[in-house]
């Protein structure tokens, strides 16, 4: 797997007499340094508009900033830093237009080769290698859970604590005590995640630079991770798309702030997303199945995958005694993974804070109903029907998913159908929305063909990177905070809306063409009965 993205590398080169993915070498050639222009100009804007102005040196690691406290009453950095996410979205879309391949448009030939140049893998890799080691000197404007994270990494490695039952609270002579934003709460994240939080914490020491480092250069092993993956796949089963696929994901404004710049830890449960699929469709069920449940020992969220996979993998065996002996096998290789991660921090209880969970709503569809329910039903009654209702859709939807892709081979089917579920997801049952989670669907839209599955995607990841700014400039401008039912009442439509109406147009497209494929089949089989 690490090596895909030298097979990309080694295997596109154009054969004698062709261009690849062009029609002559000349074109090819200003496609590359096209790419070339774009990664610098990339480079260029990360630099201008976020690196140099809020830097780690530039803002000398004070605790809790945030881009709403360092741009507050200061309209031109607020124009500069929307400014910087247009011009970034830009770039990314040319960019992706440059690697996509001639077949793709309307401009397709039978003649043109199914792989990309090298020397465009080269110039990619190369733009976002010198993108991401900019971005690791970023302060991270967009939220403290890198600090959160060094801190509980910390009260394992350094402190010999449990973060599923201390908080940063109880070390309070710790140095990156005052950089957490909730030191009364524990971990919000799986057993999988703290034992890599203090393997890293160990790795750092005590250094303030190189916890920061080494917490983003742990998020980037496992972006590195995602894109060999993503290559891996396509230039298996679809190499026209790999270069396309690749830049999809990895040229990403939003992969990459979240990412390198604000040090998020989604990064490592997409990575073993994308080995379970990659698993999935090498044959390899046992291995797909481990690999989602230790994503979901990340984050709960790649649990609602596993039975798509379940499915995928059942559907290909061919006799009922194989699918006996795969279940039994993968339900206690998945029991043995999870005993081994929970193994050194159980101590019994509600170890995951679940009912903690269950009472955040912000920036969603649930988020906008409760606000209206609460004022008739109360706080806590309006959370819990909420939460319940929205967990019954997404239980169905898993479920519609799942028998889709039973009913429906081709390696692309339970692609499709997880992007589906990660995409209902975050767009109507997820209670708490934050930007950086629309990544998600994100790296399964770029294993996809052009459609409105990785159109919706990309929407979803452009619309979460206006949250920070419709919240911090227009809803709340400092002091109190709004009234949480009029806040949350604005800032999931304002936030998400865009991405709703086209997830509606899409479904009533969808629904029309099947209705449209139904009445011919349904002609066509009149006409035969007609004939006979």
Request: glycine share 8%.
């Amino acid at each position: 797997m690490i090596s895909t993205l030298y097979s990309s590398l080694v295997t596109s080169r154009s054969t004698p007499g062709k261009a690849s993915g062009c029609h002559s070498p000349r074109l090819a050639a200003r496609r590359w340094l096209t790419l070339s222009a774009l990664g610098g100009a990339s480079l260029l804007v990360y630099w201008i508009g976020l690196i140099l102005p809020y830097n780690l040196f530039a803002l000398r690691f004070k605790p809790l900033l945030d881009i709403a406290k360092l741009t507050r009453d200061r309209p031109v950095a607020q124009a500069g830093f929307v400014l910087t996410f247009a011009a970034l979205s830009g770039l990314y879309y040319l960019a992706w237009r440059t690697c996509r391949p001639a077949s793709a448009g309307p401009e397709a030939t039978r003649s043109v080769p199914p792989q990309s140049p090298r020397a465009m893998w080269v110039v990619l890799v190369v733009s976002l290698l010198a993108i991401h080691l900019s971005m690791l000197w970023l302060y991270p404007i967009d939220a403290a859970d890198l600090f959160d994270n060094i801190s509980r990494g910390r009260i394992t490695a350094q402190h010999g604590g449990n973060p599923f039952y201390d908080t940063p609270r109880d070390y309070a002579q710790d140095p990156f005590r005052g950089y957490v934003a909730w030191p009364g709460t524990t971990s919000a994240y799986g057993p999988l995640w703290e034992l890599l939080a203090a393997g890293t914490s160990r790795i750092a020491g005590d250094g303030k630079l190189a916890n920061a480092l080494g917490f983003k250069l742990l998020g980037l092993l496992f972006y590195g991770g995602c894109v060999a993956l993503i290559a891996g796949i396509l230039n298996r089963h679809a190499p026209e798309r790999a270069l396309q696929g690749v830049c999809l994901f990895a040229w990403n404004p939003l992969v990459i702030y979240e990412t390198a710049g604000n040090g998020h830890n989604d990064i490592a449960m997409v990575f073993f997303i994308l080995l379970g699929v990659w698993a999935l469709l090498r044959g390899h069920f046992t291995s797909a199945a481990l690999a989602l449940v230790a994503g979901a020992l990340i984050k709960f969220i790649p649990i609602l995958l596993l039975p798509v996979a379940l499915a995928a993998g059942l559907r290909t065996l061919p006799t009922r005694r194989r699918r006996i002996y795969f279940s039994l096998i993968t339900f206690l290789a998945c029991a043995i993974l999870i005993t081994a991660s929970f193994a050194p921090f159980w101590r019994g209880g509600d170890i995951l804070g679940l009912q903690r969970r269950a009472g955040l709503f912000t920036t969603s569809l649930p988020a906008v109903v409760q606000a209206q329910l609460e004022p008739s039903l109360g706080v806590e009654a309006s959370r819990r029907m909420v939460a319940r209702v929205a967990a019954l859709l997404m239980g169905a939807v898993v479920l519609l998913q799942t028998w889709r892709t039973w009913r429906r081979p081709g390696w692309l089917s339970p692609v499709r159908a997880s992007a589906h579920i990660l995409l209902f997801y975050l767009l109507f049952t997820c209670l708490w929305f934050q930007q950086w989670y629309a990544l998600w669907p994100l790296a399964l839209a770029a294993i996809l063909p052009e459609g409105a599955t990785a159109r919706l995607a990309v929407l979803l990841s452009y619309a979460a990177l206006w949250k920070t700014i419709i919240f911090d400039y227009f809803l709340y401008r400092g002091g109190s905070l709004p009234p949480r039912v009029w806040r949350e009442s604005l800032l999931g439509p304002a936030t998400l809306g865009l991405a709703w109406l086209y997830a509606a147009y899409a479904a009533i497209a969808d629904f029309r063409l099947r209705i449209a494929d139904w009445k011919l089949r349904r002609r066509s089989a009149i006409a035969l009965k007609l004939e006979s």
